[in-house]
């Protein structure tokens, strides 16, 4: 049975930081693309940051480019979003999300496995 674990989510006041950790079990978590999407209340979920397990590339959505940064340890299955600089814009419920598939890896159809979401909170 696959699953994907978010935690980390929390309360933050604006310019903090916090590190999402989501840990994948059931699937090899070395040969996945790994993705972290949000959905702030009222709007559709989007994405954040995705890592490749094919040449370890990563890449980012314009809005947290230069703050989040999205590593992987294959050892312990896990993936990780660590977040600086957090902004009220920020706030939302993040999730994990995974695929064995190659693609482009920024659209919702991209990922075959979800986690249940993470809230994350940031203060002004």
């Known amino acids: 049975q696959v699953q994907l674990v978010e935690s980390g989510g929390g309360l933050v006041q604006t310019g903090g930081s916090l590190r999402l950790t989501c840990e994948v079990s059931?699937?090899?978590?070395?040969?996945?693309?790994m993705g972290w999407f949000r959905q702030a209340p009222g709007k559709e979920r989007v994405f954040v940051a995705l890592?490749?397990?094919?040449?370890?590339?990563?890449l980012y959505a314009d809005s947290v480019k230069g703050r989040f940064t999205i590593s992987r340890d294959s050892a312990k299955s896990a993936v990780f979003l660590e977040m600086n600089s957090l902004k009220p814009e920020d706030t939302a419920v993040y999730y994990c999300?995974?695929?064995?598939?190659?693609?482009?890896?920024?659209?919702?159809?991209?990922?075959?496995?979800w986690g249940q979401g993470t809230q994350v909170t940031v203060s002004s």
């Open positions: 890592s490749r397990w094919t040449d370890m590339g990563t």
């Open positions: 059931g699937l090899t978590a070395s040969r996945l693309m």
């Open positions: 999300a995974a695929t064995g598939r190659l693609n482009s890896g920024r659209g919702r159809p991209d990922y075959d496995y």
